[in-house]
């Protein structure tokens, strides 16, 4: 059972256009939601991440939206670039001692056009 | 600063052949260790984790194990290779009392 739902699975826009990439999560003791950014042939980096005490954080161009009721939350790039172009993968930790994995989605290959 | 690293880079094995695969974090004590599987355009698959010396949880039942012999290494083993075990590995490390998780640069396996 996926645990975290990420869409969409590919994703084309042009420079300065802003790219909006969605996660729907069910399990309510998730309470911290990364989103790592994959090159290809390279680990995956640690991008920005969000705890559900706040709807919004921002770093640079990227924000994350967090809706705690609707158990969502998405990753928007403002005046995305052509080096922006990566795998984006979205993910969740359940709160507490004893919980040390992370749920991945699926991720989105996000290319950006000139 | 924490840096973590893996070897090889990449590694082309015949079917049936033994695997070692190595993962070291730097300038961290008591790491939380992880090794995942990506298949190639897949998502990530974590494989084992560990959170101290000689101590290794399994997700996935394969031919596949894990031993972390001193603090700050993770090793990943097989006696047998098949050709569904290739892929790209990824090692991670975490603080132990936080929740960010660090990826290495990934080690491509290659199961001829």
């Known amino acids: 059972q996926q645990q975290v739902k990420q869409s969409p699975q590919s994703l084309i826009v042009q420079k300065g256009g802003i790219p909006i990439i969605n996660c729907a999560y069910e399990?309510?003791?998730?309470?911290?939601f990364p989103w790592y950014q994959q090159f290809p042939g390279k680990g995956p980096a640690l991008l920005i991440a969000?705890?559900?005490?706040?709807s919004e954080k921002k770093e640079g161009r990227f924000t994350i939206s967090f809706n705690k009721s609707a158990k969502q939350f998405s990753l928007h790039i403002m005046d995305s670039q052509p080096g922006d172009s990566a795998t984006y993968f979205c993910?969740?930790?359940?709160?507490?001692?004893?919980?040390?994995?992370?749920?991945f989605g699926k991720g989105t290959k996000l290319s950006v056009i000139p | 600063s924490q840096t973590i690293h893996q070897w090889p880079a990449t590694l082309v094995q015949p079917v049936g052949s033994p695997l070692s695969l190595e993962c070291t974090v730097e300038?961290?004590?008591?790491?939380?260790l992880y090794w995942y599987r990506q298949a190639a355009g897949r998502g990530l698959q974590l494989l084992f984790y560990?959170?101290?010396?000689?101590?290794i949880s399994s997700e996935v039942p394969q031919n596949l194990s894990a031993s972390r012999p001193q603090d700050r290494q993770f090793i990943l083993s097989s006696k047998k290779l098949l050709l569904s075990d290739s892929g790209f590995y990824l090692c991670?490390?975490?603080?132990?009392?936080?929740?960010?998780?660090?990826f290495g640069p990934g080690t491509r396996l290659t199961v001829t």
């Open positions: 991670a490390w975490a603080p132990g009392t936080t929740y960010e998780q660090y």
């Open positions: 399990n309510t003791a998730f309470d911290y």
């Open positions: 969000i705890r559900p005490d706040v």
């Open positions: 993910a969740a930790k359940k709160a507490g001692a004893g919980s040390y994995q992370l749920t």
């Open positions: 300038g961290t004590s008591n790491p939380n």
């Open positions: 560990s959170v101290g010396i000689g101590q």
